[in-house]
C-alpha cells in the first residue's frame, strides 16, 4: 500500500517535493516544544490547490492519513504524525502567494502558506493593518493561524483569527475543493463552513486560501508597563483602562514576578524597568488613528487616576519605539526562558473576567499545598481573560522525572479549577493530541458527541488528521 502511494504521488508532485529520506523528513516530524516525535512515510510539498486536492484524492483511495502542516509551532502537537510511519505530513510552505490586496473592500486574499509577519508587512507596505500578532510570527503561517484559531496580543481590539477571517478555500477529506473565496461582511446562506474549518485543527478539511480582514494601519501607539500588587487591582485596571480608552485599548497583557524572574534569569538584558520586579506587570497599549498627542494625554490622564486610586504603584511609558520594542520582547520572550529552562507544564486557559481573581487565589493555593516548592509561571492575554498558567518542578528538580510523577494529576487540579469558574481549557492553542483527553472529560458529553457526528460526516474514512482533536 505505502509503495503504491509513493509511486502514485510522484505523478502529482515533482520528486524533489516528495520527501522520502529520513533526515530530509526530520525537521518536520518534532513539534516546536520537542515534546512529540512521529514518523512519516513521506513529507508532501504541494504548491497550488489541484495539487493538494489531487494528493488528497490519493489518500482517500489508498485510506492513507494526512497530517497538515504550516509552520509547525502549534503547541499540542496536532501538526506531528503518529508513530506508524504510515501517515504523510502535507506542508503547505509553497504556497505562499499573495493573491490579491483589495483596497476598497480592505480585504487580503492569500494562501495558507503565507507567513504571518510577512502577511503583516505587506498590508502596512498598502497602508494597512494585519492585527494579527503572536510571538510566532516570523515563521507560523496563515493556514496553521486558521486551522488553530490563533490569538495572541491584538484579540482584545481585534479578536482572534475567526473574527479577521472572511473566506476560505478548503480541499475537503475526498479530494473536493470548496471555493468560499468571498470577502462578504454578511452572508447568511445556512450552515457557516467557514467557521467550521476554522479551529478544525486539520481535522476537516485542508484550508488552501484565505480572504482576510485590514484595517486602516494606526498613526500612533503608546506602550507602558504598569505594576500592580495582586490580581483584583489588575482587574480593576483592566476595567478603568476599557472604560476610559475603549476601542483605543489594543493590548493588556499581565506576566507575574516569577516569570519576569525566568525571563532574567535567561535572558538578563530583558530585566524588568519597574522598580523591584513587583507583582504583577501589566502591559498596556493603545493605538490611535488621531494625533500622537491625543492618545498619550489620555494614557497619562488614565494613568494618573490609577495611581491616584491606588491601582497601580508604579508606571514607566515607552519613550520611543525601541523602548515599546523591549517592552513587549520582554513580554514574547517568557516562553523561550520557560522553554531553557525546562519542558513546562502548559495550561493555555480562559477564565471570565468576573472569577481570575477567585481562579488565581484557589488554583495558587491548591498547588503550592500539594507540590510545594512548585514554580507558577503565570502570564497572558488577560484582556482577554486568556492565562498562560503554567508550572515547572521546584528549582533544580529534574523535568522530566517530576513531569512522568506529576502531569496528570496536574492538569487534573487546573482543569478541574478552571470547570468549576466556567472557563475553558484550550483558549488559543488549540487541542491537537496533547489535549484529546481533556476535551473527552471537559468539553461536555453532549457537546464531544456533536464534534464526533461532524468528524464522521466531513472525514468518513477518518484520513485528515486522525486522532487530534476527537478520536472516532
Ligand atoms: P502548525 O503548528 O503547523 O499546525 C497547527 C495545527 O493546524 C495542526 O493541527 C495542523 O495539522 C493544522 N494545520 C496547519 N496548517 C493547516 C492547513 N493549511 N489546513 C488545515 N490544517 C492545518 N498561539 C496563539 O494562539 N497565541 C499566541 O500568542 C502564540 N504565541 C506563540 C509563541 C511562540 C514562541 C510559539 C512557538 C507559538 C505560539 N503560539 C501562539 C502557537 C502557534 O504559533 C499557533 O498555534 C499558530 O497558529 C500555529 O501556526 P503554524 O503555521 O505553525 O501551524
Ligand atoms: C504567548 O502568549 C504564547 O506568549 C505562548 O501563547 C504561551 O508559552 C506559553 O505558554
Ligand atoms: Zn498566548
Known amino acids: ?55 488528497v484524492k490519493l489518500c482517500a483511495v489508498t485510506h492513507t492519513a494526512v497530517v497538515p502542516q504550516g509552520g509547525n509551532t502549534g503547541f499540542c502537537g496536532g501538526a506531528t504524525p503518529d508513530s506508524s510511519g504510515k501517515q504523510v505530513i502535507l506542508n503547505l510552505k509553497r504556497m505562499n502567494q499573495i ?30 493593518l494585519f492585527p494579527l500578532s503572536l510571538g510566532a510570527e516570523g515563521s507560523c503561517m496563515i493556514g496553521g493561524n486558521l486551522a488553530t484559531n490563533a490569538g495572541g496580543t491584538n484579540v482584545l481590539r481585534y479578536g482572534n483569527t475567526r473574527d479577521l477571517c472572511l473566506g476560505l478555500e478548503v480541499v475537503t477529506a475526498s479530494g473536493e475543493i470548496w471555493n468560499g473565496m ?3 461582511r454578511k452572508d447568511n446562506t445556512g450552515y457557516d463552513l467557514r467557521d467550521l474549518y476554522i ?11 484565505a480572504v482576510m480582514k485590514l484595517y486602516p494601519l494606526p498613526i500612533s501607539q503608546w506602550t507602558t508597563l504598569a505594576a500592580t500588587q495582586d490580581i483584583d487591582s489588575t482587574i480593576a485596571l483592566l476595567n478603568l483602562f476599557q472604560q476610559r480608552a475603549t476601542s483605543l485599548l489594543t493590548g493588556f497583557e499581565m506576566m507575574t514576578k516569577e516569570s519576569l524572574a525566568l525571563n532574567e534569569k535567561h535572558f538578563p538584558q530583558m530585566a524588568n524597568p519597574l522598580k523591584e520586579n513587583p507583582p504583577y506587570t501589566i502591559l498596556i497599549e493603545l493605538s490611535d488613528h488621531e494625533s500622537e498627542e491625543h492618545v498619550k494625554q489620555l494614557l497619562e490622564v488614565i494613568l494618573e487616576e490609577a495611581f491616584e486610586t491606588g491601582l497601580i504603584s508604579d508606571a514607566v511609558i515607552a519613550s520611543n519605539l525601541s523602548q515599546a520594542n523591549s517592552f513587549w520582547h520582554m513580554r514574547e520572550h517568557i516562553t523561550l526562558a520557560q522553554s531553557q529552562e525546562g519542558a513546562n507544564l502548559k495550561h493555555d486557559i480562559t477564565i471570565p473576567l468576573s472569577s481570575l481573581d477567585r481562579f488565581i487565589r484557589d488554583t495558587d493555593a491548591l498547588i503550592k499545598a500539594k507540590y510545594p516548592g512548585v514554580r507558577i509561571i503565570n502570564f497572558g492575554h488577560l484582556g482577554d481573560g486568556n492565562l498562560h498558567y503554567n508550572i515547572a518542578p521546584p528549582d533544580g528538580e529534574d523535568f522530566k522525572a517530576f513531569n512522568l510523577a506529576n502531569e496528570k494529576p496536574i492538569h487534573e487540579l487546573i482543569y478541574g479549577q478552571v470547570e468549576l469558574c466556567n472557563g475553558s481549557i484550550s483558549a488559543e492553542h488549540g487541542v491537537g493530541q496533547l489535549k484529546l483527553d481533556g476535551l473527552r472529560a471537559h468539553k461536555g458529553e453532549v457537546a464531544h458527541e456533536l464534534m464526533k457526528t461532524l468528524k464522521k460526516a466531513l472525514d468518513p474514512q477518518n484520513i485528515l488528521n486522525p486522532h487530534k482533536v476527537v478520536s472516532i
Not at 480585504?107 to 497602508?127: P, R, V, Y
Request: glycine share 8%.
Open 1 to 55: 500500500m505505502s509503495h503504491d502511494f509513493l509511486a502514485q504521488v510522484s505523478a502529482i508532485l515533482d520528486s524533489k517535493y516528495i520527501l522520502i529520506e529520513e533526515e530530509e523528513k526530520a525537521p518536520y516530524l518534532t513539534d516546536w516544544r520537542k515534546r512529540y516525535t512521529g514518523k512519516a512515510l513521506a513529507v508532501l510539498l504541494p504548491a497550488t490547490t489541484e495539487e493538494v486536492a489531487a494528493i
Open 99 to 128: 493573491r490579491e490586496i483589495d483596497a476598497a473592500n480592505q480585504t487580503i486574499s492569500l494562501e495558507a502558506g503565507c507567513i504571518l509577519q510577512s502577511i503583516q508587512e505587506k498590508s502596512a507596505e498598502k497602508g494597512f
Open 182 to 184: 468571498k470577502g462578504l
Open 199 to 209: 479551529g478544525s485543527e486539520g481535522t476537516l478539511g485542508i484550508i488552501t486560501a
